[in-house]
């Protein structure tokens, strides 16, 4: 699998080997990682889990909200906790918008008593995902009716944020899209790419190598 250094190098032979600075290399790498974002994106738009994590979240007795640490956190897909019973090890945590919680507790045991009589494979404690502020957001996450107990949770989601500080060594996003992901950055470098001193040379073959992606994409 391409790993980010090699698609920025791949761009760069696209380009047709410009000038070392036209682009520079922060300039490509901004690019490289604009498409890896829009295919994340597209495909995560899909409906289709392609792109997962799991954040586990220790739940603490009289305590509703927790931030949310995971800086790559996106779209929440599904919950579970252990029962400790070896029949069934996890139950399923449904979860709603914020504005439908229904606020009370529950307490140490029902949860196992209202499992075995009713036969339920979800838990009565629902969970709300939201983000607060409008700059400098957090990701929440809200738990009512309260559990009176500890209970760890796994939360898997799909990832929302690539993370600008990964290595440079890292695996692309979508490696099977790698070939589409350095043609669309070499298609949007174009205008900043240079191979001559002479400009109308630059702009004619700015041109040529447009046709061609074009084409190819």
């Known amino acids: 699998m391409p790993t980010r250094t090699e698609q920025i190098f791949r761009i760069r032979t696209w380009l047709g080997n410009p000038f070392p600075q036209k682009p520079d290399l922060h300039r490509i790498l901004m690019q490289e990682l604009a498409e890896e974002q829009d295919i994340l994106n597209a495909v995560n738009n899909t409906g289709k889990a392609w792109a997962t994590a799991e954040f586990q979240l220790n739940l ?15 779209k929440p897909i599904f ?19 914020v ?25 009565p404690e629902k969970m709300a995902f939201y983000r607060t502020g409008a700059v400098d957001p957090s990701y929440m996450v809200k738990v009512q009716p309260m559990p009176s107990t500890n209970h760890t949770y796994t939360i898997t989601y799909l990832v929302g944020y ?9 695996a692309v996003t979508m490696p ?42």
């Open 60 to 74: 603490n007795p009289n305590q509703d909200t927790y931030q949310i640490s995971a800086t790559d956190f996106g």
């Open 99 to 123: 504005a439908e919680l229904d606020y009370n507790t529950v307490w140490d045991g029902f949860t196992d008593i209202y499992t075995g009589l009713y036969g339920a494979d979800v838990t």
């Open 79 to 97: 919950v579970i906790r252990p029962t400790g019973n070896d029949y069934q090890p996890y139950i399923s945590v449904p979860f709603t918008d």
């Open 162 to 170: 690539l993370g600008q500080d990964d290595p440079l060594s890292v």
């Open 176 to 217: 099977e899209h790698a070939v589409l992901i350095q043609l669309r950055a070499a298609l949007a470098l174009l205008p900043d790419a240079e191979w001559y001193e002479d400009e109308e040379r630059n702009y004619n073959r700015r041109k040529s190598l447009a046709a061609s992606f074009l084409e190819q994409l």
